[in-house]
């Protein structure tokens, strides 16, 4: 027990040293009041000793999808250390652009939020329903008839990582997306390290589904 703040520290350990009456147990915190007398129990902790140093190999899975959807990749972690390895970003190739949680959550709400400029002529007004959706298609009509101009979406607004599992959205992919490539990169929770996919998972766009619902 660490003496400046009374915490239950486990230090590094050799293989030879475990034992599972310390490092694979269940532990509680009791804090007392010296003053009334009571005690409060902190629910039940699990602690689980790990092999810090032991090579793990992630991977990324190809991905087909339709132009004009949207495409999901994983970074396929080992069951074992899932609960130490924690995804950090992405990297896409070839461009090699950064994508993380905080860099394209931000892009997105920027992008969704960003006012609309209104074409020459028209009429200074409240906010809109174009002001407040930045996402619609450039060339729509604003309430008076005239043609909003849509700039096109900054490049990190087509990309979103998920906080929890750091799964990769790649929004509304056209043909410009088809054959980059993507490697996920995972943090080690309990070194610091970071730990890069064993391989690229390519992204492969193909052309827009045409559905014909004529009679035969």
């Known amino acids: 027990m660490r003496a400046a703040d009374r915490a239950l520290v486990f230090e590094p350990f050799r293989a030879a040293d475990f034992r599972a009456e310390v490092h694979a147990s269940t532990y509680r915190c009791v804090a007392s009041s010296a003053n009334r007398g009571a005690s409060l129990v902190s629910r039940e902790m699990r602690v689980r000793a790990v092999l810090a140093q032991a090579p793990v190999q992630i991977e990324v899975m190809d991905e087909l999808v339709i132009e004009g959807n949207s495409a999901l990749f994983k970074c396929q972690i080992p069951a074992y250390a899932h609960h130490y390895l924690q995804v950090a970003d992405w990297v896409e190739y070839p461009s ?79 043909a410009s997306f088809n054959y980059r490539s993507y490697k996920c990169r995972c943090r080690n929770k309990l070194t610091g390290e970071l730990v890069s996919s064993a391989n690229k998972g390519k992204l492969v766009v193909t052309g827009k589904l045409q559905l014909d619902f004529r009679s035969g």
């Open 96 to 174: 090699e652009l950064l994508l993380s949680h905080q860099s394209t959550s931000l892009a997105n709400a920027q992008h969704l939020f960003r006012p609309q400029a209104l074409s020459s002529g028209s009429p200074a007004r409240g906010p809109s329903k174009q002001r407040l959706h930045g996402a619609q298609l450039a060339g729509q009509a604003n309430e008076t008839g005239q043609l909003v101009d849509q700039p096109p979406p900054p490049p990190l607004a087509k990309y979103f990582v998920a906080a929890r599992s750091g799964d990769l959205h790649l929004i509304n992919v056209d």
